[in-house]
């Protein structure tokens, strides 16, 4: 079992940036797949980014180039960084862990919310 706490979010104004921080505990950081999911008012959850134990990372293509994920090991850490925000990015943000091997996303924080006003 992982226990994901999350932090960070807000309300900021089209173009500026903010980071989300998720702090893991309980399985081994090690062999768990992190991300960051989000939720649109009245529309589907959405995947945003990925990260692999060793840093390999993935990203909808519609915050490539504006998201960062990023995670710290040794703190059981993950980070999204989000630069350039826009009025499209308004939403519930999750932080969610995936074991190596499984096929969905099985761990989950909160949820924080982002709004960016336009």
């Known amino acids: 079992q992982v226990q994901l706490v999350q932090s960070g979010g807000g309300l900021v104004q089209a173009g500026e940036s903010l980071r989300l921080s998720c702090a893991a505990s309980?399985?081994?950081?090690?062999?768990?797949?992190m991300g960051w999911f989000r939720r649109a008012p009245g529309q589907e959850r959405e995947f945003v980014a990925s990260?692999?134990?060793?840093?390999?990372?993935r990203y909808v293509d519609s915050v490539k180039g504006r998201f960062s994920i990023s995670r710290d090991n040794a703190k059981n850490m993950v980070y999204l960084q989000m630069n350039s925000l826009k009025a499209e990015d308004t939403a519930v943000y999750y932080c969610a862990g995936r074991p190596i091997g499984a096929p969905d996303y099985s761990y989950w924080g909160q949820g924080t919310q982002v709004t960016v006003s336009s």
């Open positions: 990260i692999t134990y060793g840093g390999s990372t």
């Open positions: 309980g399985r081994p950081f090690s062999t768990t797949i």
